[in-house]
Nanobody, 126 residues
Framework: QLQLVESGGDLVQPGGSLRLSCAAS????????IGWFRQAPGKEREGVSC????????NYADSVTGRFTISRDNAKNTVYLQMNSLKPEDTAVYYC???????????????????WGQGTQVTVSS
């Protein structure tokens, strides 16, 4: 069974850091582009960051550029999202997703991703 599992969400104060993990089972993550998305209450799901299957390309939403870093460890079949300088507006459920794309391509469009995790809650509040 193909499955993605996110972890690492927590309650953190503004300015703090978290590292989210996205672990795969039942398939090899290195064959897929991975995207991180988030959805806050009452808002649409938005793309946060993505990384190509090769690891050679990564993209970030303007709102997180310079604060978030995506990386992948194919040996562990896991993708990470390091989140620094967190702000209250980063509060959301964060999802990872896997999609088949060209080696150096990833996108912020949910429709391009076939497999999704269940999400992990990130709350930034004092």
């Amino acid at each position: 069974q193909l499955q993605l599992v996110e972890s690492g969400g927590d309650l953190v104060q503004p300015g703090g850091s978290l590292r989210l993990s996205c672990a795969a089972s039942g398939f090899t993550l290195e064959d897929y582009a991975i995207g991180w998305f988030r959805q806050a209450p009452g808002k649409e799901r938005e793309g946060v960051s993505c990384i190509s299957s090769s690891g050679g390309s990564a993209n970030y939403a303007d709102s997180v550029t310079g604060r978030f870093t995506i990386s992948r460890d194919n040996a562990k079949n896991t993708v990470y999202l390091q989140m620094n300088s967190l702000k209250p507006e980063d509060t959301a459920v964060y999802y990872c997703a896997a999609g088949k794309m060209s080696d150096y391509v990833c996108t912020a469009f949910p429709a391009n991703y076939a497999y999704w995790g269940q999400g992990t809650q990130v709350t930034v509040s004092s």
